[in-house]
């Protein structure tokens, strides 16, 4: 987990006594992560290069916290730019770089030649009208979710503050989630709305379930750990490790692209109107080819009940490699380095050099960020530390949530109960024990396996 040591690495300041080759080793490596790093009377600076991003905070961290306990929920947020805002970063020349996006944009234009030969249109729009149809449920869910959870905030500031006792909040907070997914999801059955947008509205709904969880889960614990710190004579002083639950900084949290609460969150001098305009041109047209995509491959599904399974698997197999990219790129790149960037949100980790993964549990780690921060530490290292589960049990509970969401996003797309996706996923505990047999790490044969599983 490259995070959690990154972290590490930073928040365990060497001694006096150190050899001045490893301190010097240490400095190497944080100037190259894009942070200068200097020390004070015991503790450490760290302070991103303004060439990165225009950053105008510090963040002090001094030796680790007097509770262990606490130690789980350290900041893992850092300036640093997203791998393919400058490709050089992910070992990828521009003129690869290059090459694939004019290989899309003429993947583009072929299929605009052929539907203008074959309707007489350029851009058919039917399918268009289709999938955005009652396209407003999802602005009406948006903001009834962002009003009911300032509910899980006042009840988790009312916790911290000691106005009510924790098991009351644990109450409070469960009823919280038992009410938001039902509601949730009868509201959006109750309209027609296309597989693509119902699973978007889908997805919007685990992200604010997760978001409110990393809220009040953070908050309780290290509220706990204070309490139980200072009364040994011994209270906590990091400020990463102390509860905020100002409504400003709540309400950053539930805009800014992250899943992981913290205390403070990294973030740029000002917002770049050229930057954004890069990345809204480039989201634009990389959704536009997404969009003719689906229109290249709507025949074929439509010839599902005439033509031979495998035929139509076989022409299905490169449109949907090409969605799937596009759809990365769009969503992982574009939309959220958008967000980053109006939210002045510094850290914009979204991804991982995941196409050049060799073993499964390698791409899982890489590929999705947020959520792979917010699995690692509410589920996979939580259940370790508060129900006491080995290694083996927390990644089965982290993959049997994982599954879980994603299931409900698959009822909530198709209105029906196939536990098809659910399955495969759990089937993947295995598949990353299998990938990490040595012919498979660190492989160009491991790369090829990895690229056809998940493709």
Known sequence: MSTENNHKDSSNHTSSSSSSSSSSSTIKRKVKDGVNTSNHGGSETIEAKPSLLGLNNKVLLNTPPHSPSLERFSALSKPRESLLTSPEMANIQWGTFNYIALAYVMAG???????????????????????????????????????FSQVNYIQTRLM?????????????????????????????????????????????????SLKNHSYWHTNYFLKKGGVKATSNNSPVTRKDLIPNVSFSHFLYFMVAPTLVFETSFPKTKSIRPSYILKEVLAGFGTFFV?????????????????????????????PSM???????????????????????????????????????????????????????????????????????????????????????????????VRPILSTTMLLQIGLVYFTQLPIFQKTRFGNVIMWITIN
């Open 109 to 147: 234009f072929s299929i605009m030649a052929q539907m203008y030969k074959e309707k007489g249109v350029i851009v058919d729009m039917e399918l268009f009208w289709t999938l955005t149809k009652n396209w407003h449920c999802g602005l009406i869910l948006s903001v009834g979710l962002f009003l």
């Open 160 to 208: 911290v503050k000691g106005y009510i006792p924790n098991r009351i909040s644990i109450v409070l907070y469960c009823l919280w989630q038992l009410v938001a997914f039902p509601v949730s999801m009868s509201y959006l059955f109750s309209y027609e709305l296309s597989p693509i947008l119902s699973g978007g509205y889908g997805l919007q709904l685990c992200v604010y």
């Open 290 to 318: 997404f969009y003719l995509m689906l229109n290249l491959t709507t025949p074929f599904y439509r010839e599902c009940g005439t033509e031979s399974f495998l035929i139509i698997l076989v022409q299905l197999s490169l």
């Open 322 to 416: 090409s969605l799937w990219m596009l759809g990365f790129y769009g969503v992982f790149h574009c939309l959220l380095n958008i967000f980053a960037e109006i939210t002045k949100y510094a850290d914009r980790e979204f991804y991982q050099d995941w196409w050049n993964a060799t073993t499964f549990d390698m791409w899982w780690r890489r590929w999705n960020k947020p959520v792979y921060r917010f699995m690692s530490r509410h589920v996979y290292t939580d259940s370790m530390h508060t129900i006491k589960l080995n290694k083996f049990w927390a990644m089965v509970s982290t993959f049997l949530l994982s599954a879980l969401l994603h299931e409900i996003v698959m009822i909530i797309s198709f209105r029906f």
